[in-house]
């Protein structure tokens, strides 16, 4: 099964993965991973972050080029050895984020559909996604607006995207609202990932 953590910077999905690895619940032998990830792949993916000039187009795939090798070295073998995958971002983070980014700069007709539409042929679908709600002023108050993508502008309408896929895919969303202590947001991450495992 892959199981994936989806949400705005600042909505504690690491906090979350953390409180994951200890729980009881989650088996010995879940892999956890994460995107970006730490191959030259996704230090390139780190670098373009800190660009605030990079093209988004461009930017876009070198997540996707991120993505596919995610994929044939992580993802996919774990789950042919009958493993939990449970990833902190995956391919909705791409969708929601560089559809914002694109519609910013180009003149897609749907950015988030342009995108979806690149993984599509070749990515494999998470089975069920937890995501971590949180409104954009507070998630760019706790990642500290560090970078283009921590804006309170910007990830509004990342959040709007994020809202278009949970629309699509109502049966593999798990909702959980981070305005609550962290503590509870992970109790209800981990008995979530238990009711879905």
Known sequence: MLLTLEGLDGSGKSSCIDALRNASAVPDDTVFTREPTESWYGEAVRRSIADDQADPLAE??????????HLSETVR???DRG???ISDRYSDSR????GATLADAYEFADPLAFVREIHE???RPPDA???LDIDPETAAERSGATNKFETASYLESVRENYERLIDHERERFVRIDTAEP?????????DAVETLL
């Open 129 to 131: 996604t937890i995501y």
């Open 182 to 190: 962290l503590e509870d947001v992970a109790a209800q991450v981990i």
């Open 121 to 123: 042929p070749w990515t």
């Open 83 to 85: 493993d939990v995958v």
């Open 95 to 98: 969708f929601a984020y560089q």
């Open 60 to 69: 876009l795939f070198l997540y996707t080029a991120d993505h596919a090798a």
């Open 77 to 79: 073998p774990a789950l």
